[in-house]
């Protein structure tokens, strides 16, 4: 509200805010926000009211400030760019290779990626045919392969690599990369064969393919001498949590 309103009392705005969207919209504003204690000022904890990234369009929305007409015009365009893609798809794999390139991606790179999305197609295609429906299935399956040649989950290694929302394959080392590949490529052509049924059955496949991948990390770090896997990511950013929790490690070794 500070932002968006340059009000001298935000919290107020808030509450009028809230209070016009259920008069005049008729929009219950606490079925997408929630309260959470978050630290204040003051060192205090307090009911805080937050709420998710497409909540937080929507209320922005509803915001009468000038400030906020930026990302009104730019949600508009977001929509017309997505209508758009419907009648001609191939707008969105062009957004895509651009956004790549915006972020500093090289084309083979660029390309390579286009296909192991591809790729990644096919397995899933042949875990629905398996029967696999939920996306909580498809994260255990993906998460067998991961743990079984790398060690970690999905989740874990993406925390390795200081990554929150962004996708894993992004920030993957070119050997990585392959790894990921030949346990997927491996599960899919093991599911094709055996024809699998059900998640038990398909998980047991995904754990086998992920073995193939850590049979090859195994001789690949035999022959190199070093660990193939990496903390390194290709983001240019840092998450302000990082960089304070550096400030105080930094600060507790001076003390000491």
């Given amino acids: 509200m500070r932002a968006l309103t340059d009000s001298k009392e935000p919290?107020?705005?808030?509450?009028?805010?809230?209070?016009?969207?259920?008069?005049?919209?008729?929009?219950?504003l606490s079925s997408i926000t929630r309260q959470l204690k978050l630290k204040s000022s003051d060192g205090k904890y307090y009911n805080t009211d937050?709420?998710?990234?497409?909540?937080?369009?929507?209320?922005?929305e509803s915001i009468p400030s000038k400030n906020a007409e930026p990302i009104k015009r730019w949600l508009a365009?977001?929509?017309?760019?997505?209508?758009d893609e419907v009648f001609d798809p191939s707008l969105t794999v062009q957004r895509a290779i651009d956004t790549y390139?915006?972020?500093?991606?090289?084309?083979?790179?660029?390309?390579?990626?286009?296909?192991?999305?591809?790729?990644?197609?096919?397995l899933t295609d042949v875990w629905k045919d398996s029967g696999i429906e939920s996306n909580k299935e498809y994260a255990i399956l993906t998460n067998d392969i991961y743990q079984e040649w790398l060690g970690m989950t999905a989740k874990q290694y993406?925390?390795?690599?200081?990554?929150?929302?962004?996708?894993?394959?992004?920030?993957?080392?070119?050997?990585?990369?392959?790894?990921?590949?030949?346990?997927?490529?491996?599960?899919?052509?093991?599911?094709k064969i055996q024809k699998p049924m059900g998640l038990e059955e398909n998980r047991?496949?995904?754990?086998?393919?992920?073995?193939?991948?850590?049979?090859?990390?195994?001789?690949?770090?035999?022959?190199?001498g070093v660990t193939v896997i990496t903390q390194e990511n290709a983001l240019d950013y840092r998450y302000i949590e990082e960089d304070q929790q550096s400030e105080r490690k930094k600060s507790k070794t001076i003390v000491k």
């Avoid at 390139?101 to 790729?119: A, L, P």
């Avoid at 990554?163 to 491996?186: F, Y």
């Avoid at 047991?204 to 190199?224: C, F, H, I, P, Y």
């Fill in 101 to 122: 390139r915006t972020k500093g991606y090289d084309e083979v790179w660029i390309s390579q990626r286009i296909k192991g999305i591809q790729e990644r197609k096919k």
């Fill in 11 to 28: 919290r107020k705005y808030w509450n009028w805010l809230k209070n016009r969207m259920l008069k005049e919209e008729d929009f219950q």
């Fill in 50 to 60: 937050v709420c998710d990234i497409e909540s937080m369009f929507r209320i922005i």
């Fill in 204 to 224: 047991k496949l995904a754990k086998s393919g992920g073995e193939v991948a850590k049979n090859t990390r195994r001789d690949m770090e035999q022959r190199l």
């Fill in 77 to 83: 365009k977001l929509g017309k760019e997505r209508i």
């Fill in 158 to 191: 993406k925390k390795f690599k200081g990554l929150r929302k962004e996708a894993l394959r992004d920030h993957m080392s070119d050997i990585e990369i392959i790894l990921s590949d030949i346990g997927e490529l491996m599960t899919r052509e093991l599911a």
